[in-house]
C-alpha cells in the first residue's frame, strides 16, 4: 500500500454541533449526525495506531470577512449568518475530533481543502501519494477535496460512512459523483486496509 494520510474536512462545532450555524453538513434534525462523527472518531484511533498520520483542515475566515469572495448562495449564506469567523466557538474542533499532538492543522477559506493554505506543502513532506478523505460536507468539502487532490496525481479513498451532507440523498448523490475519481469505502473497510483495528474500533 502506498504512504497514506488521512484528509479530515471541517469536523468542527459550526457545521457538526447542533447548535451551530451551518445545516448544509448535517441537518438539524439528523438521526446519523453522531453515528457518522463516531465513525470519524474510529477512524481517528485506528489510524493512530497504525501510524497514519492524520490532517486536519479547519475552516476560518476573517471576523470581518475582509477577502471572503462571496460569489455563491453557500459563502454569501455564510456572511449572512455570521459564520466561519476566526476566534469564535464555530471554527474550534467538535469535542473529540481535534487534533492531537503534532498532527497537522491547517486552514483555508474555500471548499477544497488544498484552496488558499499549505495543505499540498504538509502532504508533500508527508511522503504520501494516496489520501483517505473524510469530514463535512460530503457535497462541498469532502467533494471539492477529492476533485483537486486527483487532479493533482492524487490517489484518493472516500471514507463514506464518516461524512455527511444535510440530507442521505445529498451524501449518497456525492459518493456517487466521487466514484469515478475515488475508492469509495466504510470506515471498518479501510480499517482492516491499513491494520487500525483493535480494541475501540
Request: glycine content about 10%; overall charge negative.
Amino acid at each position: 500500500m502506498q504512504a497514506t494520510a488521512i484528509v479530515a474536512n471541517h469536523y468542527q462545532n459550526e457545521n457538526c454541533h447542533p447548535d451551530g450555524k451551518i445545516k448544509v453538513g448535517i441537518a438539524a434534525d439528523a438521526d446519523w449526525r453522531w453515528q457518522r462523527l463516531d465513525n470519524a472518531k474510529r477512524l481517528f484511533a485506528g489510524a493512530r495506531r497504525a501510524g497514519v498520520p492524520i490532517v486536519h483542515v479547519r475552516l476560518a475566515v476573517p471576523q470581518d470577512y475582509r477577502g471572503v469572495i462571496a460569489n455563491t448562495a453557500l459563502i454569501r449564506e455564510w456572511v449572512e449568518l455570521g459564520a466561519w469567523k476566526e476566534g469564535t466557538w464555530g471554527v474550534k474542533f467538535i469535542e473529540g475530533l481535534g487534533a492531537a499532538e503534532g498532527e497537522p492543522v491547517v486552514t483555508h477559506t474555500r471548499n477544497s481543502g488544498f484552496h488558499n493554505c499549505t495543505l499540498e506543502e504538509v502532504l508533500f513532506s508527508l511522503g504520501v501519494r494516496r489520501l483517505i478523505c473524510c469530514g463535512v460536507s460530503t457535497a462541498y468539502t469532502v467533494e471539492g477535496t477529492v476533485r483537486h487532490a486527483t487532479d493533482i496525481g492524487y490517489e484518493v479513498t472516500v471514507a463514506a460512512d464518516a461524512c455527511s451532507t444535510a440530507t442521505q440523498q445529498q451524501h449518497e448523490n456525492a459518493l456517487a459523483v466521487m466514484a469515478p475519481l475515488a475508492d469509495i469505502r466504510t470506515v471498518d473497510e479501510i480499517l482492516a486496509e491499513i491494520g487500525g483495528t483493535g480494541n475501540g474500533t
